[in-house]
């Protein structure tokens, strides 16, 4: 007989309750203190009140943080090129049980070409917006198609081709540049990939592109799962939904490793892209700085654990509103059983079943 595990997520709301009614669990610290241990935070935030607005926030961070400077702008498309280049290098030169060391760095360091696109995409980058338009497009080439290509994931390949394909999904304004894009998508999967395979076969393909990329998608699942996911933070309806609660009180702070938070320019230091996403990937530390002496006691901090990705991997699947997250488990009925395979053998009653 199958054991069944239930795991229990905390059903708790985010925000300050009303005068008039109980108290909300994480307004006590020995509560907060609690979840920390057994989710592997370093601190979850109190709720934050319901008086303070984003603008509230965005208005203490110092005007610095929000300046573009070429010069580090640039410095991070060395760092990202560089490492890529000595990743391939590696790639090429290593034995085979070095190879996944290899895949990890490279992997690692096309990650950071996405937080360069990400930069573009969000007018961060450069003052030179044509620079911005060509840099974001020679960067994200390969990771924009990647999703539908490396993972098996039909839900991910639905989405991509559907948020990243489809021309009607833009503004007018934008339809031209979506399309050029495109076709530098398209042109780097019809040129590139049959270079690759001619020069260095099917395996090289594999031992260039493809395993690299899985590293690519692991980081960006892994970020994208820990700075927006957590059993105490709920989703909230459009009419219930409040930016400075759900951007300062709803994402996730976590460290990595230093070398990933270098060759990934800190897309780590989530928070302060939520208040604002024109504050530059190379100023989100001093944005977070400002933010941690301002509004520390209400943010979410962790150090990237196994305890804190099992947290994620076990308790939040699926959104309940009473829980906030439950595990898959706990969404099936009592009664199901998986269903077996029946015999090629079909008896009498099921052939005058069929003949009704």
Known sequence: MRRKTTVQAVAVPVVSSPPDSSPSPLESAEYRKQLCESYGFKQIGEPLPDNVTLKDIVNTLPSKVFEIDDVKAWKSVLISVTSYALGMFVISKAPWFLLPLAWAWTGTAITGFFVIGHDCA?????????????????????????????????????????????????????????????????????????????????????????????????????????????????????????????????????????????????????IPHHISPRIPSYNLRAAHESLHENWGKYLNEATWNWRLMKTIMTVCHVYDKEQNYIAFDEVAPEDSHPIKKKSNAVSSEEVSNFAV
């Not at 497009?137 to 924009?144: A, D």
């Not at 960006?220 to 009419?239: E, L, Q, W």
Request: glycine residues 6%.
């Open 122 to 270: 969000h007018k961060s980058f450069s003052k030179n917006k044509l620079v911005e338009d060509i840099v974001g497009t020679l960067v994200g080439k390969g990771y924009s198609l990647a999703p539908c290509l490396a993972r098996g994931d039909q839900f991910i390949s639905n989405f991509t081709l559907m948020w990243h394909f489809d021309t009607k999904k833009f503004r007018p304004n934008e339809v031209n540049r979506v399309k050029i894009s495109l076709a530098c998508v398209f042109a780097f999967v019809a040129m590139g990939w049959p270079l690759i395979i001619y020069k260095t076969g099917i395996m090289g393909w594999i031992k260039f592109w493809l395993m690299p990329w899985f590293g690519y998608h692991f980081w960006m699942s892994t970020f994208t799962m820990v700075h927006h996911t957590a059993p105490h933070i709920p989703f909230k309806s459009s009419n219930e939904w409040n930016a400075a609660q759900a951007q300062l009180n709803g994402t996730v702070h976590c460290d990595y490793p230093h070398w990933i938070e270098t060759l990934c320019h800190d897309i780590n230091v989530h």
